[in-house]
């Protein structure tokens, strides 16, 4: 009795170490570059942005509103291009963390702040697909893959966030009554007696897998359950890039940011051997959006991003631990993304000189060692703003 006494304890401690408190975001960011590296080597790197543009194709296509080309048959009601089911399962995985977290409810905001959201995902739909990229594609994975266009893409998510800041403050002071208003919670795990949401939270754990092992491709199958991995993982850590861009300008807290810093330099670390050891790979997420579609498609992202409270992979799983706001914004990108690529963007493209939308990999320039101490060195220099203006203050609260 002893014996199963020891037994229990052991593994309610292993328990509670992942699911008793909230991680740390560093380690959260590493975790996330490490599977996005093993993406890579696998397929391609991560990406979220074109699996929700798939959600929104297959839901016109299904309805018949605007007809879209289909890049794979459907499985099991979502398109089973891989990026459609990964983004799928990152859903499910940020639900599964949040339920075995007991940290699952649905939480209703304002009718404002749903309004908010839902026009921050049609922006932030609008602003992936002009600039070829998200917080992912073209910032968490493009600058690991040493293109410049996503230090171009970076630089517009960062005037994005300051000038909707600057509108949040002004909406703050002015029209106060936007963001005010009825709200509620509903479901949440009760803290007097056992809760099912544990239970949940192992149910969505094997749908995943079933959902991942409907590939036909093994390969495929481990590829995507790398999604559900990615939302527990976010879920747990609160790894929020918006957050990296938006606090120093805020609160001044350095946690997010440097967070993010972790991860960008362990997937630069592990982008830079792929793609040295396998020269086809060079050009992965090396978008062709250097110069004007990286500043503008940035920037509209990066005023969406603000303005919903996450972006693309934030929304999602915030989505999945029951944030409504961010279901109104997975709606927007989702309804925005198909829209943009077919009426906006492809005369926007076929409009633009070819030196307004290059390719620009680091490395063909310079070489593999000064593009990894270029990127790197730009990396310190945000670390060391960071911490300076946390202790400083200086630029928070814009």
Not at 121 to 149: E, H, W
Not at 183 to 193: D, I, K, N, Q, Y
Request: hydrophobic content about 55%; some cysteine.
């Amino acid at each position: 009795m002893e014996e199963a006494g020891t037994e229990k304890g052991i593994l309610r401690e292993l328990y509670d170490i992942f699911f008793g408190k909230t991680w740390p975001v560093w380690v959260g960011g590493i975790l996330l570059a490490v599977g996005n590296i093993c993406l890579f080597v696998v397929l391609k790197p991560w990406g979220a942005s074109g699996g929700i543009n798939n959600w929104g194709q297959n839901i016109y296509n299904a309805l018949g509103i605007v007809k879209f080309g289909s890049e794979a048959k459907p499985l099991a009601g979502v398109s089973a291009f891989p990026y459609s089911v990964l983004c799928l399962l990152m859903l499910l995985g940020a639900f599964s963390a949040a339920l075995l977290a007991k940290e699952f409810a649905v939480r209703i905001p304002p009718i404002g702040e749903i309004i908010k959201g839902l026009i921050g995902g049609i922006l932030m739909g609008i602003g992936a697909i002009v600039g070829k990229s998200c917080t992912i594609g073209g910032f968490f994975s493009g600058i690991p893959a040493l293109s410049i266009g996503a230090l171009v893409f970076t630089i517009g998510l960062v005037i994005g966030v300051y000038v909707a800041l600057k509108y949040l403050l002004f909406e703050m002071e002015n029209w106060p009554g936007i963001s005010s208003g009825k709200s509620g919670s509903f479901l949440a795990a009760s803290t007097e007696r056992a809760s099912l949401q544990p239970l949940i939270g192992a149910i969505a754990l094997i749908v995943a897998i079933m959902i991942a092992i409907g590939y036909d491709k093994k390969v495929l199958a481990a590829y995507v359950l790398f999604g559900f991995f990615f939302g527990a993982v976010c879920q747990r850590s609160r790894f929020c890039l918006v957050r990296a861009l938006r606090e120093p300008f805020m609160t001044g807290e350095s946690s997010a940011p440097v967070g993010a810093m972790a991860g960008i330099v362990v997937g630069m670390m592990g982008f830079a051997i792929i793609k040295f050891m396998n020269p086809d790979k060079e050009m992965s997420w090396v978008w062709p959006h250097f110069f004007l579609p990286a500043i503008i498609g940035g920037t509209v992202f990066g005023l969406g991003m603000t303005l919903a409270g996450g972006c693309t992979v934030g929304s999602i799983w915030r989505a999945g631990e029951g944030q409504v706001k961010l279901w109104a914004s997975v709606i927007g990108m989702t309804i925005a993304m198909p829209l943009t690529a077919k009426f906006i963007a492809a005369p926007f493209y076929k409009a633009l000189p070819a030196s307004m939308k290059a390719q620009v990999y680091l490395p063909k320039y310079v070489g593999y060692t000064a593009a990894l101490v270029i990127f790197l060195v730009i990396i310190l220099l945000w670390y060391i703003f960071v911490k300076w203006n946390e202790r400083t203050g200086r630029f928070s609260a814009l």
